[in-house]
Nanobody, 127 residues
Framework: QVQLVESGGGLVQDGGSLTLSCAAS????????MAWFRQAPGKEREFVAV????????FYADSVKGRFTISRDKDKNTVYLQMNSLKPEDTAVYFC????????????????????WGQGTRVTVSS
């Protein structure tokens, strides 16, 4: 079992920045993929970014590439999502997810690939 707790959401203006955190506990994350998804009102949950815990390989959705950066701190068992140049269309509840073992992170970009989820943190970007 893996427990995930997100934090860092809030209200930010168009063009601003936020950093989300996802603290993991419960078992070793070796071999796992850690991902961020988001869900806007009335829309399906969509993939944002993923990172492999062991090697730090990353993969991003086209909509956030160049603006968002996913990273992890093995000592703190925490995954981060640095979000820059935020747009109103980035407004959503952001969820952290984990599962494994996976070897190719670009292949695990759908919600059904993940068994463990956090409760979500809301990000609102005002225009």
């Amino acid at each position: 079992q893996v427990q995930l707790v997100e934090s860092g959401g809030g209200l930010v203006q168009d063009g601003g920045s936020l950093t989300l955190s996802c603290a993991a506990s419960g078992r070793t994350l070796s071999g796992y993929a850690m991902a961020w998804f988001r869900q806007a009102p009335g829309k399906e949950r969509e993939f944002v970014a993923v990172i492999s815990w062991n090697k730090g390989a990353t993969f991003y959705a086209d909509s956030v590439k160049g603006r968002f950066t996913i990273s992890r701190d093995k000592d703190k068992n925490t995954v981060y999502l640095q979000m820059n140049s935020l747009k109103p269309e980035d407004t959503a509840v952001y969820f952290c997810a984990a599962d494994g073992p996976f070897t190719v992170v670009s292949a695990v970009t759908t919600p059904t690939d993940y068994d463990y989820w956090g409760q979500g943190t809301r990000v609102t970007v005002s225009s």
